[in-house]
Nanobody
Framework: VKLVESGGGSVHPGGSLRLSCAAS????????MTWYRQGPGKERDLVAA????????YYEDSVKGRFTISRDDVENTVYLRMNSLKPEDTAVYYC?????????WGQGTQVTVSS
C-alpha cells in the first residue's frame, strides 16, 4: 500500500488549494479514504472522509462549507479541495486508509496560510 500526497503550498487567507492523494497497492475502489491534518503543536485530527462514493462524506465542523473531498476510482486518487483558507488551516495534511487491521498513511503535504 502506498499513498502519496501532493498539492500543498503557501497561500494567503481566502485562497484555495487542491490536495491530491495517489493510491496504489490495493483495490482503491473498495475502500473509504480520509484526510487528516496536524497543525504545529497539535494532535493529528480527522478533517474529511469519503466512502465508496462521493455521496458518502464526512467533514469536521470547522471545514464544512469550505472543503470538499472527492475520489476518482479510475485515477485511484482522493482529492481535498480547500477554499476560503484561514491561518488556522495551516498544517501538514495526510491521507489515510484502513485495510484489515492496519491504517496506512501518506508522507503528508504542508499547507501554510498566512498574510
Amino acid at each position: 500500500v502506498k499513498l502519496v500526497e501532493s498539492g500543498g503550498g503557501s497561500v494567503h487567507p481566502g485562497g484555495s488549494l487542491r490536495l491530491s492523494c495517489a493510491a496504489s497497492g490495493f483495490t482503491f475502489s473498495r475502500y473509504g479514504m480520509t484526510w487528516y491534518r496536524q497543525g504545529p503543536g497539535k494532535e493529528r485530527d480527522l478533517v474529511a472522509a469519503v466512502g465508496l462514493s462521493d455521496s458518502l462524506t464526512y467533514y469536521e465542523d470547522s471545514v464544512k462549507g469550505r472543503f470538499t473531498i472527492s475520489r476518482d476510482d479510475v485515477e485511484n486518487t482522493v482529492y481535498l479541495r480547500m477554499n476560503s483558507l484561514k491561518p488556522e488551516d495551516t498544517a501538514v495534511y495526510y491521507c489515510m486508509t484502513h485495510l484489515g487491521d492496519s491504517d496506512y498513511w501518506g508522507q503528508g503535504t504542508q499547507v501554510t496560510v498566512s498574510s
